[in-house]
T-cell receptor, first 113, second 113 residues
Framework: ELKVEQNPLFLSMQEGKNYTIYCNYS?????LYWYRQDPGKSLESLFV?????AVKQEGRLMASLDTKARLSTLHITAAVHDLSATYFC?????????????FGEGTQLTVNP | NAGVMQNPRHLVRRRGQEARLRCSPM?????VYWYRQLPEEGLKFMVY????????ESGMPKERFSAEFPKEGPSILRIQQVVRGDSAAYFC???????????FGEGSRLTVL
């Protein structure tokens, strides 16, 4: 059974600081996704990482994937209050068709002014 | 281009009643997925459908839950004889191709009294 673990689960940080969220998964997969969820809202796709060594950046967020270590990171640079949300990583089970994602528990990020 | 549309957004049912949740995928998307999110948890895969076919229902509870995606009309997730433990947010997602990120709807929040 595929397991996806995120840490930390709760993160409180000051504006302007940097931090990294980690996502470990238990079985081989080369499709990993990062999503953002605001309270009571849907999930917004942030990054799709499809190969070992993939690195993607959007604004203050950068995501990377190391399939050998079964690890993805979401790095936050110079955090701002608007980044406060819950961030989920999700790993595809690797079926031959369709995307059955297994989600981590989520990292609840609070950025304080 | 409208996103994934779900309705109702909020649904209250008494124990033993039926709940029907609807999902219209994004235009051009033929892959539909249902996920369940319990409070303070990540999303759990329930079922994957293409038009008129259930591809994978390995995440569906064995009883009381069913899903369909007819040739015409929205996908429907049906929960019969609801119990309190069914209270959750149910998210529908769609994609055009297997390796694309899933686009999620706003979710249907079911409360069972």
């Amino acid at each position: 059974e595929l397991k996806v673990e995120q840490n930390p689960l709760f993160l409180s940080m000051q504006e302007g600081k940097n931090y990294t969220i980690y996502c470990n998964y238990s079985t081989t997969s080369d499709r990993l996704y990062w999503y953002r969820q605001d309270p009571g809202k849907s999930l917004e796709s942030l990054f799709v990482l499809l190969s070992n060594g993939a690195v993607k950046q959007e604004g203050r967020l950068m995501a990377s994937l190391d399939t050998k270590a079964r690890l993805s990171t979401l790095h936050i640079t110079a955090a701002v209050h608007d980044l406060s949300a819950t961030y989920f990583c999700a790993v595809d089970r690797g079926e031959t068709s369709g995307s059955r994602l297994t989600f981590g528990e989520g990292t609840q990020l609070t950025v304080n002014p | 281009n409208a996103g994934v549309m779900q309705n109702p957004r909020h649904l209250v049912r008494r124990r033993g009643q039926e709940a029907r949740l609807r999902c219209s995928p994004m235009k051009g998307h033929s892959h539909v997925y249902w996920y369940r999110q319990l409070p303070e948890e990540g999303l759990k895969f329930m079922v994957y459908l293409q038009k008129e076919n259930i591809i994978d229902e390995s995440g569906m509870p064995k009883e009381r839950f069913s899903a369909e995606f007819p040739k015409e009309g929205p996908s429907i997730l049906r929960i019969q004889q609801v119990v309190r433990g069914d209270s959750a947010a149910y998210f529908c997602a769609s994609s055009r191709r297997m390796t694309e990120a899933l686009f999620f709807g706003e979710g249907s929040r079911l409360t069972v009294l």
